[in-house]
């Protein structure tokens, strides 16, 4: 891709025509380099330097530019001066791994910190995978990415997951409400799909009664209203791993 298609990538509707995404950073090339062990169609990233990263290390085809130009592509406000330019369906095999049976059904999540760290819990803790509802945000937002500190590169990720779709491939549905039973139940551990909402306004109820889900707690002081959906997210599979 030339400099000016790259300039386009903050949007998400040029990332999805060209079906490539950012990846900007020194820690972030350095994951992408590692992920190449699992997913060797990444080495067909287009890795962009400036002078102070010409001797970077590298398998990946490597260009140098000005730091102007840098700076004129990057998301950063100030570039360390290295990113690479990764095409989305490097991704892809991660949606063929065998044995993953459970998931995570995101609904309209919008904060991209949030669904960057959720990425980074789902990867630390393995064996679960990431559906999007339509109107989520982009996962391949550079924000998004940043917040996913690499992780978006081992955690299989499903785009506008429709109500419909899941109910189709899943028969046991948790989620989390003030009411429930704890999170610490053995039951938990019984159901194949686990939904979070939005940021401010939750589950929608139509969505709880089409999957019949169940609902459980994190138990906390009763200090404050809720938790934050990505430390949710993160305490409940946590709890899930205790009890494969």
């Known amino acids: 891709m030339n400099l000016e298609q790259i300039k386009k990538l903050h949007l998400k509707k040029y990332r999805q025509e060209f079906g490539v ?6 820690h972030l090339i350095l994951e992408l380099q590692a992920a190449l062990a699992t997913l060797p169609q990444l080495a067909q990233a287009q890795l962009l330097v400036t002078e102070a ?3 970077w290390q590298t398998p990946l085809i490597k260009t140098e530019i000005s730091v102007k130009q840098m700076a004129q592509i990057a998301d950063t406000k100030t570039p360390q001066g290295i990113l690479a330019v990764v095409a989305m369906s490097a991704l892809q095999p991660l949606n ?3 044995g993953i049976q459970k998931a995570v059904y995101l609904h309209e999540i919008q904060d991209p910190g949030n669904l960057g760290t959720i990425l980074r819990s789902l990867a630390w803790f393995g064996g679960v995978k990431c559906l999007l509802s339509p109107g989520s945000v982009d996962p391949y937002n ?15 990720i499903e785009q506008n997951v429709s109500q419909t779709d899941i109910i189709e491939r899943y028969s046991q549905f948790a989620y989390l409400d ?5 999170i610490s139940d053995p039951s938990f551990a ?12 939750g589950v929608p109820k139509e969505l709880l009664e089409l999957t019949g889900s169940s609902a459980f707690t994190i ?8 938790l934050n959906v990505a430390t949710a997210v993160s305490l409940s599979l946590y709890e899930l791993r205790g009890r494969r």
């Open 53 to 55: 990263y010409r001797d």
């Open 96 to 98: 063929q791994i065998k």
């Open 219 to 226: 138990p906390g002081s009763g200090a404050i209203e809720s």
């Open 142 to 156: 550079p924000k998004v990415v940043r917040a996913s500190m690499g992780s978006i590169f081992h955690v299989p």
């Open 190 to 201: 019984d159901f194949d799909c686990y939904v979070f909402g939005n940021e401010a306004r």
């Open 21 to 26: 995404f950012l990846v900007e950073g020194e």
């Open 178 to 182: 003030m009411d429930g039973r704890a």
